[in-house]
């Protein structure tokens, strides 16, 4: 190990790494411990102030990072975001298809709006971001996606039925592109995280109905706990490392034996 906590060779050494949705949670874990393992990190995200002290930390441990900002609800943003990587670095390696929100509605109160929101950011924005960047992918016939699904994309979780589509959307999308691409030398996978405490989901743990389900005594996860950012990222990273070469169209549940 080397003063930063690392193998002294980077798992990720030499790799451009694009994560999207990094300004936050478990986007930002993802990226920092990418980061840290060697890769040339690209950020993309819709918040510009927040994706800037992500690229400031990332850069103040001795990671080499970019940020470029982007919606991934628009097509055109995505395309010049993708763009501006490739200018970066001639290619990219990983992506990481993290961006999503998660508003909580019964189904009698869910409005068209949300349902539109929902589906546009976490499950369009995932279709947009792909179509910009497996051309390069297959151009070189090599590349790692990992997409975010969740453990709603196979538990329909109340209240979220918006959110569980689109999950479920991103997890089969991701099994898709396993199909179609691996002739192409790409591996194509989701993780898919039960409850992490982020910003997105801590309206969500603050309500009392919730706080019953993840009881650490008599509720649903098993290990008794919420996990951290920094727990999805390790799993995450597996599904784009060497040792995941001949792991394609799964969901990796990290999700403390919620689903077990
Ligand atoms: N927190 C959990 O319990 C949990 C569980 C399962 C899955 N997930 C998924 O993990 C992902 C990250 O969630 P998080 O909990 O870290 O939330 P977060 O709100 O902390 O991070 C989400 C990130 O996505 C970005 N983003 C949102 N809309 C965007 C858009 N239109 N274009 C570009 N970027 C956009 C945000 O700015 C932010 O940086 C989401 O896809 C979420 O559905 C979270």
């Known amino acids: 190990m080397d003063s930063r906590g690392t193998n002294s060779v980077p798992r990720f050494k030499d790799q451009v790494a694009l994560v999207v949705g990094a300004a936050h949670g478990i986007g930002k874990a993802i990226a920092m411990r990418l980061g840290r393992e060697g890769a040339d990190v690209a950020i993309a995200d819709i918040d510009p102030d927040a994706m800037e002290i992500t690229v400031q930390e990332m850069r103040s441990e001795g990671s080499k990072c970019q940020g470029v900002t982007c919606d991934v609800r628009d097509s055109a943003q995505v395309q010049a975001a993708v763009k501006q990587v490739i200018d970066w670095h001639g290619r990219i390696d990983i992506l990481m298809q993290i961006a999503g929100i998660a508003p909580a509605k019964p189904f009698l109160e869910l409005d068209e709006a949300t349902w539109d929101d929902t589906i546009n950011i976490n499950l369009r924005g ?10 390069h992918m297959v151009a ?67 309500d009392p109905v919730y706080q019953a389900k993840y009881h650490p005594e008599t509720g649903v996860v098993p290990l008794g706990r919420l996990g951290t950012p920094e727990e999805v990222a390790g799993p ?21 034996g919620q689903l077990a």
């Not at 995932?126 to 051309?135: E, I, K, M, S």
């Not at 995450?236 to 403390?256: K, T």
């Open 236 to 256: 995450a990273l597996f599904l784009a490392s060497e040792d995941a070469a001949y792991v394609s169209g799964v969901l990796l549940f990290v999700d403390g």
């Open 126 to 135: 995932a279709f947009l971001v792909a179509r910009a960047v497996v051309p």
């Open 140 to 206: 070189r016939r090599k590349g790692k996606l990992v997409f975010m699904a969740s453990t709603n994309s196979w538990d329909g979780e109340a209240q979220l039925a918006h959110y569980n589509a689109s999950k479920s959307g991103v997890f089969l999308l991701a099994k898709t592109l396993a199909r179609e691409l691996g002739r192409f030398g790409i591996n194509s996978n989701a993780v898919g995280p039960g409850p992490i405490r982020t910003r997105l989901s801590a309206p969500i743990f603050d």
